[in-house]
């Protein structure tokens, strides 16, 4: 009974992040005045101040520890330059009218995360994941050739995404201490920011728009929010179910800038998304079909 509820609770909070993802565009939307520059620099302090508070009163001391060892330091430089391009590119693409596009990077990140670890872990590819990449890499190759230009804002979410991921995997950062750690470094860059625009009479907040200055604060709380959930939620359900929920965010991306804001899915896109479609379809069903087989071996062992 216990088991079940652990794994109840565990599908609703991943489930609930990659809803509160798949629907940020439309928050984003509603100060698509500001530059991406500065709700970056917003997202960036308020997310941390936010992070603060939840670690002071669940009284979590982690994070001091991870600051103090200097070759943990150095990684999460790195992490927080690749989760800085992921967050820039991503609101970028929002509020200039690109949410198909972003919707494209996410989608590809799983497959582009098979083939960093091909790569960096000298991970196996069997036949499946190896189909699955090839038909990625064909939908991106055919949307660059047919639609004439290199689709930078999709390769450049996936490839940000994909490298933060590495990273993380590669020295075992515990996801809620190491944002917090990277917030903070990126923090130190974003006041320096806005106190410039605050000089030169360029920033938006506190000039004026109490509506815009509630969004730019609560940024940082629905940028954290369903990072909390994730890392709540993927310790507590298999990695199958993780990778099959993590498809959500995206097809709501794609929904939203399709039907509520109007940007086309020529037949360009189309065919790019079917052949990234079927890689999806067949890394989901090699998920499952190993957590399957996983499952099967130990309950044939437990008799």
């Known amino acids: 009974m216990e088991d079940r509820k652990k794994d109840i609770l565990g599908h609703l909070s991943a ?60 990684t999460l430089y790195l992490t927080s330059a690749l989760i800085a391009v992921n967050w820039l590119i991503f609101i970028f693409a929002v509020i200039s009218g690109h949410i198909v596009d972003a919707s494209l990077g996410y989608f590809i990140n799983p497959l582009v995360s098979v083939f960093l670890g091909m790569i960096f872990f000298r991970e196996k590819l069997n036949l499946l994941k190896t189909l699955a990449v090839i038909l990625a890499m064909t939908g991106m190759l055919y949307l660059a050739i047919d639609y004439g230009k290199f689709p930078w804002i999709s390769i450049g979410l996936a490839l940000s995404f994909g490298f933060y991921g590495l990273a993380k995997k590669s020295f075992n950062l515990d996801p809620i201490n190491s944002i917090m750690s990277e917030t903070l470094f990126l923090s130190v860059i974003a006041i320096g920011y806005l106190a410039f625009l605050a ?42 179910s993780v990778g099959f929920l993590q498809y959500f965010a995206p097809s709501l991306m794609l929904l939203i800038g399709i039907f509520k804001y109007g940007e086309p899915l020529t037949e360009t896109y189309l065919i790019s998304f079917l ?16 957590r399957y087989r996983s499952y099967s071996q130990k309950r044939r062992a437990a008799r």
């Open 275 to 290: 052949f990234i479609w079927s890689g999806l379809a067949l890394y989901t069903f090699n998920l499952v079909r190993n």
């Open 15 to 74: 489930f609930s992040a990659y809803v509160i993802w798949g629907v940020l565009p439309i928050y984003w939307k509603q100060i698509d005045h500001v530059p991406a520059r500065e709700i970056l620099a917003h997202r960036v302090l308020w997310g941390f101040v936010f992070l603060l508070l939840f670690n002071i009163f669940s009284r979590r001391k982690d994070f001091f520890r991870l600051l103090k060892d200097r070759h943990t330091r150095k």
């Open 199 to 240: 000089g030169q009479g360029t920033g938006h907040f506190a000039a004026g728009d109490s509506q815009t200055n509630i969004y730019l604060i609560i940024g940082g709380f629905v940028t954290m929010l369903p990072l909390y959930l994730f890392a709540n939620g993927a310790t507590k359900i298999p990695l199958a």
